[in-house]
Protein backbone atom coordinates (compact mmCIF):
# COMPACT_ATOMS: atom_id res chain seq x y z
CA UNK A 1 0.00 0.00 0.00
CA UNK A 2 1.22 3.69 -0.93
CA UNK A 3 -0.29 7.31 0.58
CA UNK A 4 -0.02 10.09 -1.25
CA UNK A 5 -0.89 13.18 0.96
CA UNK A 6 -1.51 16.49 0.29
CA UNK A 7 -3.55 20.14 1.33
CA UNK A 8 -0.68 20.89 4.18
CA UNK A 9 0.36 24.85 4.44
CA UNK A 10 0.34 27.76 6.55
CA UNK A 11 -2.77 29.90 8.03
CA UNK A 12 -3.59 31.85 10.66
CA UNK A 13 -5.62 30.57 13.63
CA UNK A 14 -9.25 30.07 13.09
CA UNK A 15 -8.24 29.01 9.75
CA UNK A 16 -9.48 25.64 7.84
CA UNK A 17 -7.40 23.30 6.31
CA UNK A 18 -8.05 20.07 4.12
CA UNK A 19 -5.94 17.19 4.25
CA UNK A 20 -6.48 14.57 1.43
CA UNK A 21 -4.74 10.80 1.77
CA UNK A 22 -5.13 8.71 -1.42
CA UNK A 23 -3.93 4.78 -1.12
CA UNK A 24 -2.90 2.72 -4.05
CA UNK A 25 -1.82 -1.30 -4.13
CA UNK A 26 -4.10 -3.63 -1.76
CA UNK A 27 -6.28 -1.41 -0.72
CA UNK A 28 -9.21 -3.88 -0.36
CA UNK A 29 -7.15 -5.09 2.34
CA UNK A 30 -7.48 -1.80 3.98
CA UNK A 31 -8.83 -1.87 7.42
CA UNK A 32 -8.47 1.81 8.38
CA UNK A 33 -7.07 5.21 7.73
CA UNK A 34 -6.16 8.33 9.20
CA UNK A 35 -3.82 10.99 10.42
CA UNK A 36 -1.22 11.31 13.00
CA UNK A 37 1.07 14.43 13.50
CA UNK A 38 3.84 15.10 15.35
CA UNK A 39 5.42 18.24 16.28
CA UNK A 40 9.43 19.11 17.15
CA UNK A 41 10.11 17.19 20.62
CA UNK A 42 6.94 15.04 21.03
CA UNK A 43 6.32 11.73 20.55
CA UNK A 44 3.68 11.08 16.73
CA UNK A 45 -0.09 11.34 18.56
CA UNK A 46 -3.23 9.82 17.07
CA UNK A 47 -5.57 12.83 15.59
CA UNK A 48 -8.20 10.65 13.66
CA UNK A 49 -9.19 7.39 12.39
CA UNK A 50 -11.92 5.98 10.16
CA UNK A 51 -12.70 2.41 9.99
CA UNK A 52 -13.62 1.48 6.65
CA UNK A 53 -15.83 -1.57 7.94
CA UNK A 54 -19.30 0.48 9.10
CA UNK A 55 -17.36 4.23 8.76
CA UNK A 56 -16.64 4.68 12.56
CA UNK A 57 -14.18 7.28 13.70
CA UNK A 58 -12.47 8.56 16.31
CA UNK A 59 -10.99 11.58 17.39
CA UNK A 60 -8.01 12.72 19.68
CA UNK A 61 -9.50 14.66 22.83
CA UNK A 62 -7.56 18.42 21.57
CA UNK A 63 -9.31 17.70 18.00
CA UNK A 64 -13.32 16.87 18.62
CA UNK A 65 -15.82 19.18 17.55
CA UNK A 66 -12.96 21.11 15.46
CA UNK A 67 -11.69 18.42 12.77
CA UNK A 68 -13.93 15.98 10.95
CA UNK A 69 -12.57 13.13 8.95
CA UNK A 70 -14.66 11.43 6.06
CA UNK A 71 -13.76 8.72 3.40
CA UNK A 72 -14.81 9.29 0.30
CA UNK A 73 -14.67 5.79 -1.31
CA UNK A 74 -12.44 2.95 -1.03
CA UNK A 75 -8.70 4.84 -1.12
CA UNK A 76 -9.53 8.23 -0.20
CA UNK A 77 -10.01 9.87 3.08
CA UNK A 78 -9.79 13.35 4.11
CA UNK A 79 -9.27 15.65 7.66
CA UNK A 80 -11.17 18.65 7.40
CA UNK A 81 -9.50 20.85 10.17
CA UNK A 82 -11.61 23.81 11.41
CA UNK A 83 -10.75 26.86 13.88
CA UNK A 84 -7.44 25.70 13.82
CA UNK A 85 -4.92 26.92 16.89
CA UNK A 86 -1.19 27.30 16.85
CA UNK A 87 -0.97 23.77 18.86
CA UNK A 88 -2.32 22.25 15.63
CA UNK A 89 1.48 22.93 13.86
CA UNK A 90 2.82 19.43 13.31
CA UNK A 91 3.78 17.42 10.72
CA UNK A 92 0.79 15.41 9.69
CA UNK A 93 0.99 11.84 8.42
CA UNK A 94 -1.22 9.56 6.91
CA UNK A 95 -1.96 5.89 8.12
CA UNK A 96 -3.31 2.83 6.55
CA UNK A 97 -3.95 -0.37 8.60
CA UNK A 98 -3.64 -2.82 6.50
CA UNK A 99 -4.81 -6.44 7.53
CA UNK A 100 -3.72 -9.62 5.06
CA UNK A 101 -5.43 -12.30 6.74
CA UNK A 102 -1.86 -13.32 7.96
CA UNK A 103 -1.57 -12.00 11.16
CA UNK A 104 -0.93 -8.67 12.85
CA UNK A 105 -2.45 -6.19 10.68
CA UNK A 106 0.39 -4.02 9.15
CA UNK A 107 0.59 -0.06 9.46
CA UNK A 108 1.67 1.65 5.88
CA UNK A 109 2.57 5.51 6.51
CA UNK A 110 2.67 8.58 4.24
CA UNK A 111 6.04 10.70 3.89
CA UNK A 112 4.10 13.67 5.94
CA UNK A 113 2.44 17.08 5.22
CA UNK A 114 3.64 20.13 7.15
CA UNK A 115 0.52 22.15 8.62
CA UNK A 116 1.96 25.57 9.96
CA UNK A 117 -0.84 27.69 12.13
CA UNK A 118 0.46 31.23 13.45
CA UNK A 119 -1.24 33.11 16.54
Known amino acids: VQLVESGGGAVKAGDSLTLSCAAS????????MGWYRQSPGKQRELVAM???????TNFADSVKGRFTISRNNANTVDLQMDRLQPEDTAVYYC??????????????WGQGTQVTVSS
Open 50 to 56: VYMAGGS
Open 95 to 108: IAVVDYGLGLPENY
Open 25 to 32: GSIRSINA
